[in-house]
């Protein structure tokens, strides 16, 4: 929001400079971005007075004139343009004059032989729009002309300064220069001046079509006055040009540059329909309930005020005069319907639209606007016909223009919403005021001083035995809805460097629990086995073979539509670019959420997943210099070595369902007799589709069900253990097993057989072929056995070791080699 000083100065009294205003303001929560001084677009220059005008002896197209500016001697300037003449005022830039806009540096000099003292100076070269094709001619542009040699800046408005604010999407208001100007007084406790805007006197029911009256009244009014007697090829004023050239906003014509003025001063859009092209259009006369509102054909063709061509769409809404398009809604209006030199007659549109509809409307036709900015954030409903009474008012005083009938269709309007202040509340959140030299101690706000705040913003406030009930004024219903917005204010008022900081008492100190402990653990754990954490979007774009995934109300991007289901399928594109990038490998993990449906809600589950790709970097010196992608068993080691760190046991069972991973090299990770999660090889399939090579192995894990283990008795936690001084007896135990028989539920077997003398086993061979069928193998195991208090002898060791073997027969039908 571009705010003119000057202009805020006649709405309210302003005594400070701008530099300070803008830091109170800043403070208050509209962050000046940029301070802009319009006087240094015209230092040096001045008002001169053209006392003669001759041709140049050596150029055709260029004059000598003689320039009084209030020297003694006039200045003779060698000027270029066809609009000189004697006898005009003109801008006259001096010797060593300064022009930001041209980035100039007027020197005195030679024009074809003929010396020259300055520069007559046209409106763009002193960083102001022009039509004219020449120099600026200041008996043109105002009516009392100021004496040579007086600054040019007051002529022209330019001894102003604009604050560029920016505005947050909770404060609609700032969006309006008296918006602005409550802020202000507000603030430093100054009177307003804000210009009278009383609703249009005759103001009739209008009646459209079914459709329409229950999309104009979901949006909350809309308002349409006829108004004959205009002038569409007039130019406004130049004080109405210089305040929307402040603003931002290009003067048009004066019927457009009064509901521009209209939205900059009360932050209410309007638009004006020329009726005489809508009749020509339409092919017969138009009445006030000939207008409506709809959502667009696919495909309907739309011209707007820019000229380009739209092709719509079902979710752009627009309005409509006998069911043509006339304006998309809220964003901007057609070009055949649009005021021009010939308009004479107009239908003024003012309405409010919901704030959801017009940002589809603005998204789908890729238009973003002034008026579409302001409904975007919402409008308090109050203002909607103040603001078209306004612009009929300047209407009628600037061009004599006949107000018609106002016809209006609006949704019944409830009681005003009452928000409970309550004074403990309030103390609680702020604390004291800090201590000052008038004051010594802390103390906290009285009600006098609350009181005060919110009277300032215009708030009705009704004192009760706790605190207050307040009613906000419209401009800021938006966003003093509760109990903590009013609290904001006061704090934002009284200023928040003026509050005590308080600590809470009594103070306890933080600490990570169990589950962030373990957290951080493991990504310690995976960084130090070569993976790298990444991050990546929780948006997707739709998938029609994932119907789980749950689109967004709002997207910026089809990319970015919908709310992602995995974290796989992400790493598998990382892994992707990194090897198109040339990389020798891409071990990549990611702790994330994914969503899923859950009836009519969304459930969030968190996910540990990760890829392990190629070689490990950095370790082609193990290989001399040749590339050796893992095993699947290396692999596997990876994240053992990862989950053993946090005394995890995890037990493998075999996975053959899963469509992401390679059947028979895959398996599902079982934690406390709960599956965890998968590991494996990605399947050859999907490693073709992504351009992976074959050896790429994919994890993908329960957070929650992984840290609940890591975190019970605190596992990882180091204990003392005393070394054992005993010898250990070891046994190995051979036999013959299906194939598909995993290794995994042996070990189970036999560590829970061979309690409490067994210490440790493990798998130490594994053989195929030879004699066996193909169904068969044989694996062989390691058996460590150690007492507690002596030395154990064949007597002792031999009766487990035989419990052991009997259990292995009973439970798996094995057949012993040893």
């Known amino acids: 929001m571009r705010v003119s000083l000057s202009w805020l100065k006649d709405l309210v009294q302003v005594n400070e400079p701008a530099s300070q205003l803008g830091e109170r303001l800043s403070m208050a929560g509209f962050e000046v971005e940029e301070l802009d001084d319009l006087s240094s677009l015209t230092q040096g220059v001045v008002v001169g007075h053209v006392l003669e005008r001759d041709k140049h002896p050596n150029a055709d197209k260029l004059s000598v004139c003689k320039v009084n500016v209030g020297t003694d001697e006039p200045l003779q300037i060698v000027c270029g343009a066809k609009n000189v003449r004697a006898g005009i005022h003109v801008p006259v830039a001096t010797v060593g004059a300064v022009l930001p806009a041209v980035n100039l540096t007027i020197k005195a000099g030679e024009l074809r032989g003929v010396s020259s003292q300055g520069m007559i100076c046209s409106l763009s070269e002193l960083g102001q729009s022009s039509d004219v094709d020449g120099i600026a001619i200041l008996d043109d542009l105002v009516d009392e002309l100021p004496e040579p040699g007086s600054p040019i800046a007051p002529v022209l408005g330019l001894d102003d300064t604009v604050l560029e604010l920016a505005i947050t999407a909770n404060r609609p208001d700032g969006l309006s220069m008296t918006g602005i100007a409550r802020e202000v007084a507000a603030l430093t406790g100054a009177d307003l001046s804000l210009p009278d805007a009383n609703a249009p006197e005759q103001i009739e029911s209008l009646q459209p079509d079914a459709a329409s009256a229950e999309a104009m009244t979901t949006g909350g009014i809309y308002a349409l006055t006829a108004v004959q007697g205009v002038d569409g090829s007039a130019r406004s004023p130049q004080w109405l040009q210089q305040r929307l050239q402040r603003g931002g906003v290009n003067p048009v014509n004066a019927v457009v540059d009064i509901t521009n003025l209209v939205m900059l001063e009360q932050g209410q859009p309007l638009h004006a329909f020329d009726a005489d092209a809508l009749e020509s259009l339409c092919g017969q006369s138009i009445q006030a309930s000939d207008f409506g509102l709809r959502q667009a054909r696919t495909d309907e063709l739309f011209t707007g005020l820019d000229g380009r061509e739209i092709n719509l769409d079902e979710r752009v809404q627009v309005v409509t005069c006998r069911d043509r398009a006339v304006a998309v809604a809220g964003v901007m209006g057609s070009a055949e319907s649009g005021v021009t030199d010939s308009t004479k007659r107009i239908w003024l549109e003012s309405a409010l639209f919901t704030p959801t509809s017009v940002r589809n409307n603005s998204r789908a036709t890729g238009q973003r606007t002034d008026a579409s900015t302001r409904y975007e954030k919402g409008l308090p409903r109050e203002v909607t016909l103040l603001a078209a009474g306004r612009a009929l008012a300047l209407m009628a005083d600037m061009q004599g223009a006949q107000v018609g009938t106002c016809w209006q269709c609006s949704a019944e309007q409830g009681p005003d919403p009452v928000v409970t202040l309550r004074r403990h509340a309030l103390h609680r959140l702020l604390g004291p005021l800090a201590a000052t030299d008038e004051a010594t101690h802390a103390v906290d706000l009285s009600d006098e001083q609350v009181e005060a705040c919110l009277s300032a913003l215009g708030c009705a406030l009704t004192p009760t035995e706790d605190g207050w009930t307040v009613v906000a004024p419209p401009s800021r219903r938006m966003d003093l809805l509760r109990e903590v917005d009013l609290i904001e204010e006061v704090a934002r008022l009284v200023g928040f460097d003026r509050f005590q900081s308080h600590l809470p008492d009594p103070l306890r100190p933080g600490q990570l629990t169990l589950a962030q402990q373990a957290e951080r653990r ?50 598998l594109q990382v892994c992707r670019r990194n090897l198109q990038a040339s990389q020798p490998g891409c071990w990549v993990f990611e702790i994330g959420h994914v969503f899923r449906p859950e009836g009519e809600s969304i459930a969030q589950d968190s996910r540990l997943s990760g890829v392990i790709c190629g070689e490990r970097r950095l370790s082609r010196w193990q290989t001399s210099g040749k590339p050796q992608p893992l095993t699947y068993h290396q692999a596997r080691g990876v994240l053992a070595s990862v989950l053993a760190s946090l005394g995890i046991e995890v037990q493998d069972k075999r996975l053959n369902d899963d469509q992401r991973l390679h059947p028979g090299r895959a398996a599902s990770l079982v934690v406390e007799g709960r599956p965890l999660g998968c590991f494996g090889q990605l399947h050859p399939a999907l490693c073709e589709s992504e351009q992976l090579p074959a050896e790429t192995y994919l994890f993908d894990l329960d957070l929650a069900r992984l840290l609940a283990a890591a975190t019970r008795s605190n596992r990882w936690s180091p204990q003392f253990k005393a070394y054992s001084t005993l010898p250990a007896s070891e046994r190995d135990l051979a036999m013959v097993v299906p194939r598909s028989l995993p290794s995994g539920e042996l070990l189970q077997a036999i560590r829970k057989a061979g309690k409490p003398l067994l210490e440790s086993v493990e798998l130490i061979d594994r053989f195929e072929g030879g004699q066996l069928s193909d169904a068969q193998c044989s694996q062989a195991f390691r058996l460590r056995y150690r007492g507690k208090d002596s030395t154990l002898t064949d007597e002792q060791i031999q009766p487990v070791h035989d419990k052991v073997r009997q259990a292995l027969v009973k439970q798996f039908q094995v057949e012993l080699r040893s």
Request: hydrophobic share 35%; glycine share 4%; aromatic share 4%.
């Open 522 to 571: 493991l990504r310690q754990r995976f960084s130090a086995n070569g993976l790298q954490e990444i991050t990546t979007l929780s948006l997707t774009s739709a998938d029609v073979n994932d119907p789980n995934r749950i689109g967004i109300s709002n997207p910026l991007l089809a990319e970015t539509s919908h709310l992602r289901t995995s974290l796989w399928q992400e790493h």
